[in-house]
């Protein structure tokens, strides 16, 4: 499907097609005149955003006077803090940089669609995959690192030993399925949101694209929160041990 180039990606394939050839390379992917897709720009830029915003936190962090940027920023790490130890329970802190990364990258990804000239990364499938894959590696490397790779591998066969013939078949299917129901939910609503948005702000003048953009702001916070509640459910059931 051709897509129209947002300016970004426009300076990336005039200017550096050389290097997005050299990553299709990478992957077994054939050279192309103009390499670079929008969603990749758009998540690069993304990337780019989140470190330039703590990097300048940094600076201004205070314990006597906080300002109301970093106070943002705490309340952000309060809620995912809260909800790591609700969802995961004692030892979940060490979880928590995961969880608020793929938190506000998929955040920004939404929300940058708002802003004149871009495009959200996460209305493309691609991205919602490479997330949902992210998820599925992290929770199963952390169950194993938690439990070990026997007890991990236990998971599969249930709580009832003599059942595994019929246990295991749904556990790899039921795990298979989770990085595909990930990447539909994000992907369908995302895209369905980008094109409503569109449609409305190019038929009314005011009133109808300033409710629709206030909807896919709250889409685009509920998509994202969704997504780190289930990869915290997922993670959780991955460490726990068998007494829990």
Avoid at 49 to 54: E, G, T
Avoid at 180 to 186: C, G, K, V
Avoid at 220 to 228: E, P, T
Avoid at 233 to 240: E, N, T, W
Wanted: aromatic share 14%; glycine share 8%.
């Amino acid at each position: 499907m051709h897509e129209t180039e947002v300016w970004l990606t426009k300076i990336f394939n005039d200017y550096l097609p050389g290097l997005g050839n050299s990553v299709l390379g990478l992957v077994g992917m054939q050279a192309q005149a103009r390499p670079w897709a929008n969603f990749v720009t758009m998540q690069l830029l993304v990337a780019a955003i989140l470190v330039l915003l703590f990097a300048f936190l940094r600076t201004r962090l205070s314990v006597d006077r906080p300002g109301k940027f970093q106070q943002t920023f705490e309340l952000i790490y309060e809620f995912v803090r809260g909800q790591t130890e609700d969802m995961v329970g004692h030892g979940g802190e060490r979880y928590m940089g995961f969880f608020g990364t793929l938190f506000l990258f998929i955040l920004f990804c939404n929300l940058i669609g708002l802003i004149p000239g871009f495009e959200a990364p996460t209305m493309y499938a691609f991205v919602p995959t490479g997330c949902a894959i992210a998820t599925f590696l992290y929770y199963n490397m952390a169950g194993v690192q938690a439990n070990g790779l026997l007890k991990h591998l236990k998971h599969f066969v249930g709580p009832v030993w003599w059942l595994f013939p019929l246990m295991i078949p749904i556990e790899i299917v039921s795990n298979l399925a989770r990085p595909l129901s990930l990447t539909l939910r994000l992907f369908a609503n995302m895209y369905a949101g980008e094109q409503i948005t569109g449609v409305f702000i190019t038929l009314t003048k005011l009133i109808g694209p300033a409710i629709f953009m206030a909807f896919h702001i709250f889409v685009s916070l509920l998509q994202a929160y969704i997504f780190m509640l289930l990869t915290m459910v997922y993670v959780s059931g991955a460490v726990a041990h068998e007494e829990h």
